[in-house]
């Protein structure tokens, strides 16, 4: 059983001078930047004060006793609460000592410091909690299995291994909160697409039910030092059953701002503004993009297929020390390097574009010197011996990638992709045909067609490329702050498409050459041209019975001779 409101005994729970007493002499917020980039590795970063203080507008609205801070910093968010009632009783709770130290001075006089991990700690009930959880990825979590089964016991839920620690947080803060209480909690909005985030959500709609959740545009970036885009989840104990649990995104903070009053009022039922019942939606389905593209349900309905069923996507080469493994011509000559000790490699993303990269691009490449060639020696002699010599001096062998090859100047053995798909994007995503023979980096993931599809790789860049693609994109794109996207390998294989037709060899090279003849338009006319292309190759999508396996030329102008009247079955 936990008390409420036990802070009279907190220093029966806790050991000898792991409860402090704040002394309010400086100010949280103006206090934040050389604390921030001290503990930037403990996932620790400070909450902007216009958030802060709309975040407090929320809990203080229940007119809370005692409110907690369970990733106390440096007590800024107390200080906003703080503001706005002065009799209130403050706690924070806060793992790292060197910050609780700090925070005598910064939070607000009087507030209860507390040293200790607030996933194992006990400090009771609150009427109000407020919190910007740290933000630390499972694989640097120091948790044991054992620690791992007491949570979900603790919290109620199966959790995945992969679990971040906010979302930990955020499950533990709502144990934590007494009725009718309320709480606040801002968080990376990855958890909305994340595999681990399932769990979470699932919590969320059963459970939970949030007053609302909101997400600011990724062109909004709250935290400066932190590409993420923020999400808050505004909570509240024994709400009536009928209550929604709305989910909107916000441009600003201002719009942000408006919303939390309108919940505070009690006028959210007439927000209308693109809010959406989260009770509407599956603890599986992707809601970050659906509140961020707007992405239709019918999709899936429309492309039955999934990029999966016809290609393996695969992470590109990861060296661990691209200035030493990634050489240009020029350095190969310095160092007496030869075709035999090397291979060619796409290094940077900047490197490829269009729609089709080409032997010739890649010649263009190193004609202009790039880094396009990758270490991966067939050869012996004495010019590599003493290039790998100069590795060692260098302490290359020692470094994490290269002390974990079984050869450690050896890369991974992967051939080159059939298709390169672009990690980060901000506008949109580069699908590119690769015709190169070159492989890749990690600036690149790689499709790789499955036996069977071996003449699919056009096929599958065009739609890619397409407004099918874009819309299939929006479905599974990780969002990051200041509008950047990323995808992950199982993203790209998880893309909406449809059913893709059986080609002939020499139908596959004739719509590469139609791919190759649109780089020459402009960028307008290109994607009305694709998905003019798009729409012949995959007009029997509606009709699933029927799928042409070899268009008239309609679109495009590269023509060549071959049967164009015959009907194939679609690849299943």
């Known amino acids: 059983m936990k008390l409420r409101d036990n802070q009279t005994f907190l220093s029966l729970y806790y050991e000898p001078n792991a409860v402090e007493v704040a002394t309010g002499e400086s100010d949280a917020f103006a206090s934040v930047e050389s604390w921030q980039r001290e503990t930037k590795q403990l996932g620790q970063v400070a909450t902007p004060e216009p958030i ?49 130290q700090r925070a005598k001075v910064t939070a607000p006089r009087g507030t209860k ?52 620690l906010y979302a930990l947080f955020l499950l533990k803060i709502w144990e934590d909160l007494a009725p009718p209480g309320r709480a606040a909690v801002i968080l990376p909005a990855e958890f909305l697409n994340a595999n681990f985030g399932e769990e979470i959500k699932e919590r969320l709609v059963r459970v939970m039910r949030p007053a609302a959740l909101f997400v600011f545009s990724p062109s909004v970036n709250l935290f400066a030092d932190a590409l993420t885009t923020s999400a808050i989840v505004l909570l509240e104990k024994t709400r009536p059953p009928e209550a929604k649990s709305w989910l909107k995104r916000v441009e600003s903070i201002e719009e942000a701002e408006g919303f939390v009053g309108k919940l505070c009022d009690g006028t959210a039922m007439r927000a209308g503004g693109g809010c959406i019942d989260a009770a509407m939606l599956k603890p599986g389905d992707k809601w970050l993009n659906l509140l961020l593209n707007g992405t239709a349900h019918n999709d899936s309905m429309r492309f039955p297929k999934r990029v999966g069923d016809y290609f393996d996507c ?28 090397v291979e060619p490699c796409i290094t940077k993303a900047a490197d490829a574009d269009g729609l089709v990269f080409t032997r010739e691009k890649f010649e263009a490449l190193v004609a202009r010197d790039r880094r396009c060639f990758l270490l991966n020696p067939s050869h012996n002699g004495p010019s590599l011996m003493h290039y790998l010599e100069l590795g060692e001096r260098r ?24 298709i390169l798909v672009a990690v980060f994007s901000r506008e949109s995503v580069k699908f590119i045909l690769n ?7 990690t600036c690149f993931h790689g499709l790789y067609a499955k036996p069977g599809c071996e003449t699919l790789p056009a ?55 139609k791919l190759a003849d649109l780089e020459k338009l402009t960028s307008a006319e290109r994607m009305a041209r694709i998905d ?41």
């Not at 590109?316 to 000790?341: K, P, Q, V």
């Not at 302490?395 to 059939?418: K, M, T």
């Not at 009709?543 to 495009?556: C, I, L, T, W």
């Open 459 to 513: 096929l599958m860049a065009l739609f890619l490329n397409s407004l099918g693609g874009r819309r299939a994109f929006s479905q599974v794109n990780r969002f990051y702050g200041d509008g950047l996207n990323k995808l992950e390998p199982k993203d790209v294989e998880e893309m909406p498409c449809p059913i893709m037709p059986k080609l002939s060899q020499a139908n596959a090279e004739e719509l590469v050459g």
């Open 395 to 418: 302490g290359i062998p020692q470094r994490h990638l290269p002390s974990h090859r079984p050869v450690w100047y050896l890369p991974e053995n992967r051939p080159a992709a059939d």
């Open 52 to 100: 802060a203080q709309l975040m407090a507008k929320w809990v203080m609205s229940a007119r809370p006793r005692t409110v907690l801070d369970p990733a106390a910093g440096l007590g800024g968010l107390l200080a906003a609460c703080r503001r706005l009632d002065r009799q209130v009783e403050l706690v924070g709770v806060e793992r790292d000592r060197e910050t609780l």
């Open 532 to 572: 003019q292309l798009a729409a012949v190759y995959f007009e029997a999508n509606a009709r699933p019975e029927e799928s042409s396996a070899s268009p008239p030329h309609r679109v495009g102008s590269h023509h060549h001779k071959g049967p164009h009247t015959h009907r194939a079955a679609p690849i299943q």
């Open 314 to 341: 695969h992470r590109g080469i990861a060296t661990g020390a691209n200035d030493y493994f990634c050489l240009s011509r020029a350095e190969m000559r310095e160092h007496r390097l030869t075709e035999r000790h």
């Open 435 to 441: 015709r190169s023979g070159a492989k890749n980096l």
């Open 113 to 164: 410091l507390i040293l200790a991990d607030y996933l194992k700690s006990e400090a009771g009930l609150f009427d109000g909690i407020i919190a910007n959880p740290p933000y630390v990825k499972a694989h640097r979590l120091d948790y044991s299995e054992k620690d791992w089964r007491y949570f979900e016991e603790r919290l109620g839920t199966p959790l995945d291994r992969l679990t971040n």
